[in-house]
């Protein structure tokens, strides 16, 4: 019984592995339009994995996990203008944007983390846009302007950039895979059941929901800086919900906290909303919100939960993560 439920993880983390490899190919030798492509599909399958780290494990809903892109992002822009040598790794901004990001999560999970349900979610709310109203008005930080530090950084090489962000990919998938087996993921998964009966059954609810809250933060705000380095600046727009609501249909799509779920939904999502783009621009999101309305109804659990109902259907002994 053991050995089956191993070999159900392993086979979606070596999926998931072979993915991340055929992009990173794809990505880094084709051409440059491609590559682009790749690059924002990739953000936000890092992004999607990183609130799955706490919202699909906890079933805490957080639609202020974008602050931690901006956070990483402004991390970034500071670092570079504060060494401000071209000749320095910018690899260090982006790892810099992370570790800010997650302690700023630890700093802000130890309050609202109390609360629970809606209350939580409308707090996360109420978070982002109170981080975005300091940031504009900070004159150190350009206020509505931003950070340029163009001529601080090494001049734009989108495949060099590609590379920053497959690592990162790499790290938020090895990451939730070390998550989803051991100890600390099973407490999360519990919390996610019933929170009182895992404080009961002796789970520290706290310590596990800031700790999975503060890693989400560290790959949210790394996607960031590379995002800085790729402009070379650091913008307010940053900070956008938008993008928040971008995870969480991500996530929805392929499934909450599932392994293959945020990868599934990325790719769907991103591929589709770009199709839709192109082919209806003043009507896409009308329309992808009609569909996606339809598959939430018909498949709650996403098209992991689909997939594994098939399985079942046929007699599969086999369950997918």
Same mark, same amino acid.
């Given at each position: 019984m053991a050995f089956k439920k191993e070999h159900k993880y392993t086979n979606s983390f070596s999926l998931c592995l072979a993915f991340a490899v055929g992009i990173g190919v794809i990505g880094l030798f084709s051409e440059a339009a491609t590559t682009a492509y790749c690059y924002a599909m990739i953000e936000l399958m890092i992004l999607a994995y990183s609130l799955n780290i706490f919202t699909g494990l906890s079933g805490y809903i957080n639609f202020g996990h974008i602050i931690f892109y901006g956070i990483g992002a402004y991390t970034a822009a500071v670092s570079a203008s504060i060494i401000a040598s071209p000749y320095v790794n910018p690899f260090i901004y982006v790892i810099a944007g992370g570790a800010f990001a997650s302690l700023c999560a630890l700093a802000l999970g130890f309050p609202i983390l109390r609360l629970r349900g809606d209350y939580f979610a409308i707090a996360t709310l109420g978070v982002n846009e109170a981080v975005k109203v300091i940031i504009i008005n900070?004159? &150190?930080? $350009?206020?509505?302007?931003?950070?340029?530090?163009?001529?601080?950084? #090494?001049? @734009?090489?989108?495949?060099?950039?590609?590379?920053?962000?497959?690592?990162?990919?790499?790290?938020?998938?090895?990451?939730?895979?070390?998550?989803?087996?051991?100890?600390?993921?099973?407490?999360?998964r519990a919390i996610k059941a019933d929170e009182d009966v895992a404080e009961v059954m002796g789970v520290n609810t706290t310590k596990y929901k800031i700790l999975s809250y503060a890693i989400g933060a560290?790959?949210?705000? &790394?996607? $960031?800086?590379?995002?800085?380095?790729?402009?070379?600046?650091?913008? #307010?727009? @940053?900070?956008?919900i938008g993008r928040t609501v971008d995870m969480l249909i991500a996530l929805v799509l392929g499934g909450f906290g599932t392994m293959l779920g945020p990868l599934i939904g990325s790719v769907i999502y991103y591929m589709v909303k770009d199709a839709l783009l192109i082919r209806f621009p003043f009507?896409?999101?009308?329309?992808?919100?009609?569909v996606l309305i339809a598959l939430v109804r018909s498949f709650p659990a996403g098209i992991v939960g689909l997939i594994n109902r098939l399985l079942l259907k046929r007699g599969r002994g086999v369950r997918v993560e």
């Open positions: 900070t004159k &150190s930080l $350009g206020e509505g302007r931003g950070i340029s530090i163009f001529g601080l950084v #090494p001049a @734009y090489d989108i495949k060099g950039l590609y590379i920053f962000l497959l690592t990162i990919l790499f790290a938020v998938i090895i990451t939730s895979y070390i998550i989803f087996k051991s100890k600390f993921g099973y407490g999360l560290f790959f949210a705000g &790394s996607a $960031g800086g590379v995002l800085t380095l790729l402009y070379a600046y650091a913008f #307010p727009e @940053y900070f956008f009507y896409h999101q009308v329309i992808f919100g009609v």
